[in-house]
């Protein structure tokens, strides 16, 4: 008898998306290396399966998530020859190299492979707020979305299996810039006193101005026409230092703004002071010296 989808990797993330198929009604199998973690699953209704090969061999649909794709690697090639016919759907987070790699790894043996990115924590899977990511095999994805709906909002990108991982590490990106500048902003604020949940509704709404300028930004870098009307690279590169140097003075590492101040330097260095913001993009595409 075989089962609906089969899960492999039981942690955090892994253990989540098995609730979630359980949730939906769908007949789960569940693999993890360790297998005490399996027990909470099956006592759910969850089958469990012994070995990595068996795990496959119970489903059409096979869903991994373990902690790096070395692990995927290293777990699919103990049962490569089980992976005929089979689809399997990697969400562990990794590169859109990795992702290609795995992918002829899998279509190798006969199977279909798809890649996905969660854009998600735990708590989210199943809600339709948490985006999952998906790229490669369109007919195996096709034949399988109505199973991975249940995880929650599934968008896919695209046939090439590397694409999943690109859009979220782009995601992950702005994220953590985001983050960045809030921690820089709180640290300066905290100096002199100020609390982070007194200052923290001042820089949500101030962010929330902000992206609403990203859209027009968008369309400068699509088009190439970097002229502005409203924030000169100039500008912006005087006016940088500042930041710096307050930032010594008040006794905050200026760390994470020193790189964003030497881009804005070679900006105008360049001949590109005149432009707005959003040309910064085309620098780091063209970088003087990669790190
Ligand atoms: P956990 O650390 O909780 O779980 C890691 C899983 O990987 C466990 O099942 C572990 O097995 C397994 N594992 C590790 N090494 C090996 C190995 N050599 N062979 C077999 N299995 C191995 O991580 P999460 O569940 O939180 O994350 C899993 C993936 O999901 C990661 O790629 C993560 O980036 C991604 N993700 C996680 C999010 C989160 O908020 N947690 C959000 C978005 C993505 P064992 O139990 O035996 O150690």
Excluded at 141 to 170: I, M, Q, S
Excluded at 181 to 197: C, D, M, Q, W
Excluded at 212 to 227: C, E, K, M, N, R
Excluded at 233 to 254: D, W
Aim: charged share 15%; net charge negative; hydrophobic share 45%.
């Amino acid at each position: 008898m075989t089962n609906d989808v089969t899960v492999m990797g039981l942690g955090l993330m892994g253990t989540a998306l098995a609730e979630a198929f359980l949730k939906a009604g769908r007949t789960t199998t569940v693999w993890n290396r360790s297998a005490a973690k399996a027990g909470t699953l099956v006592a759910k209704g969850a089958s469990r399966a012994a070995t990595p090969a068996g795990a496959i061999a119970a489903s059409p649909l096979i869903v991994v998530c373990l902690s790096v794709n070395e692990n995927v690697r290293e777990v699919l090639g103990t049962a490569a020859e089980t992976l005929a016919g089979k689809t399997v759907v990697n969400l562990t987070n990794g590169t859109p190299r990795q992702a290609r790699e795995l992918a002829e790894l899998v279509t190798a043996r006969g199977g279909e492979y798809v890649d996905g990115g969660i854009m998600a924590v735990p708590p989210m899977i199943s809600q339709p707020e948490a985006l999952i990511l998906y790229s490669g095999s369109r007919q195996a994805f096709d034949t399988h979305k109505d199973v991975l709906g249940g995880l929650g909002a599934a968008r896919y990108v695209g046939t090439d299996p590397g694409l999943a991982a690109l859009y979220d590490l782009g995601l992950l990106t702005a994220m953590y810039g985001m983050f960045a500048g809030y921690y820089h902003s709180v640290a300066l604020l905290r100096t002199e006193g100020v609390k982070a949940s007194e200052f923290t509704p001042m820089v949500r709404s101030w962010m929330t101005a902000m992206m609403a300028g990203l859209p027009g930004q968008a369309a400068d870098i699509d088009s190439g026409d970097y002229v502005t009307d409203v924030s000169s690279l100039t500008n912006n590169a005087a006016g940088f230092p500042n930041l710096i140097e307050a930032s010594r003075e008040q006794g905050v590492s200026p760390e994470l703004f020193v790189p964003f101040q030497a881009l804005l330097d070679r900006a105008v260095a360049e001949g590109h002071g005149a432009d707005g913001l959003a040309r910064l993009v085309e620098l780091l595409t063209t970088p003087q010296n990669t790190p």
